[in-house]
């Protein structure tokens, strides 16, 4: 079974740019999450999908931060335009139901993304 | 408040047995899982406990008692590859968000 696909590995960019990053989820999983990571603490969810829904947003700044879910599949996280508090690891996850007790999550290698 | 605390380092001897402790502040969630993650990958579930007590997973162990706010990660027979970050994480009743703790970098020494 394939994993969390996800593209770029790495992204290198000067404030005020804009990026946007690529997830293909494990095929057959509904739920998609979007966390961002900064160095040192722990993942911090900025969206989450339902199919092609959005269940949470709460989380992300919408003023710069924006993600679909096209077909309720591969979705893209944009950012526009960038600021040095921004670098960090965007990961994304997967998982088969929204369970909300057992929740597993599989999780993507993220994109390293470096905002100079 | 909602926060899960976690020491956010751990040394431990190859072979040894260690605990990573969680703490939590929120007023109901679901379950307590723990995910692992080597430097530069992907988090990687590890075990969850939705009810107070014991979940045994080979080497790993986790256990719950809510009525102490407090969860832990029990890794025994410990191997160099064990040498991670590993985050306590939580889905919140009220508003089922999802939180993370700041995680625990477990150094393993030779």
């Known amino acids: 079974e394939a994993g969390v696909a996800q593209s770029p590995r790495y992204k290198i960019i000067e404030k005020r740019q804009s990026v946007a990053f690529w997830c293909n989820p494990i095929s057959g999983h509904a739920t998609l999450y979007w966390y961002q990571q900064i160095l040192g603490q722990g993942p911090k969810l900025l969206i989450q999908f339902q199919n092609n829904g959005v269940v949470d947003d709460s989380q992300l700044p919408k003023d710069r931060f924006s993600a679909e879910r096209l077909k309720g599949v591969d979705s893209t996280l944009k950012i526009q335009p960038a600021k040095l508090e921004d670098s960090a690891v965007y990961l994304c996850?997967?998982?088969?139901?929204?369970?909300?007790?057992?929740?597993?999550?599989?999780f993507g290698a993220g994109t390293r993304l470096s905002v100079l | 408040g909602q926060s899960l605390e976690q020491p956010s380092e751990v040394t431990a001897v190859e072979g040894a047995i260690v605990q990573i402790n969680c703490t939590y502040q929120t007023s109901g969630f679901y379950g307590l899982s723990w995910y692992q993650q080597h430097d530069g990958g992907a988090p990687t579930f590890l075990s969850y406990?939705?009810?107070?007590g014991l979940e045994e997973t080979g080497r790993f162990s986790s256990f719950l008692s809510r009525s102490d706010s407090y969860g832990y990660l029990l890794l025994q027979e410990l191997q160099m590859k064990d040498s991670a970050s590993y985050f306590c994480a939580v889905r919140d009743r009220r508003d089922d968000k999802i939180i993370f703790g700041k995680g625990t970098r477990l150094h393993i020494l030779p």
């Open positions: 996850a997967s998982s088969l139901t929204p369970d909300l007790a057992k929740n597993i999550q599989y």
């Open positions: 406990n939705g009810l107070d």
